[in-house]
C-alpha cells in the first residue's frame, strides 16, 4: 500500500504527496489521488464511486469557509454501509484525514479547495 499524506491546502491549492494541485481533489489511502469537479455539493453520484473501494471512513473538506454541503442521499448510504463522515472546513479536513491515515485506516477524503 502506497502511504499518502496530504501535505496542506490554501486557497484554490491543495498539496498531496509533495505535488500541488489547483482543482479539488479525491484522495484515497491506497495513495490514489482523483482530480473532483468543483462544485458545492456533495452528491450520491460522487459519493458512490468512493463506497466502491470500501472505506471506513471519508472525511469531507468542506471548502476554506465550509460552504460545501453533503446531499442528504449521501448521508443514508454512509449510514447503511457502516461508514463514518466527518465533514469540516478543508484545513480541519486535511489534519483528520493525515490522523486516519496515518493509523493505517481505510480512508477517503474529498476536498473543496476554495470557499
Not at 82 to 105: D, M
Amino acid at each position: 500500500m502506497t502511504e499518502v499524506k496530504i501535505n496542506g491546502t490554501k486557497f484554490g491549492e491543495i498539496t498531496i504527496n509533495g505535488k500541488p494541485y489547483d482543482s479539488d481533489m479525491t484522495v484515497y489511502w491506497t495513495g490514489k489521488v482523483e482530480y473532483r469537479s468543483k462544485e458545492h455539493v456533495i452528491e450520491l453520484g460522487d459519493f458512490l464511486k468512493i463506497v466502491r473501494l470500501a472505506p471506513e471512513v471519508v472525511i469531507i473538506g468542506t471548502g476554506q469557509e465550509g460552504i460545501v454541503r453533503i446531499a442528504p442521499e449521501v448521508l443514508q448510504v454512509a449510514e447503511d454501509k457502516n461508514i463514518h463522515i466527518y465533514a469540516e472546513k478543508t484545513p480541519k479536513a486535511v489534519e483528520l484525514f493525515n490522523a486516519f491515515a496515518s493509523q493505517g485506516r481505510k480512508v477517503a477524503g474529498v476536498f473543496h479547495v476554495t470557499c
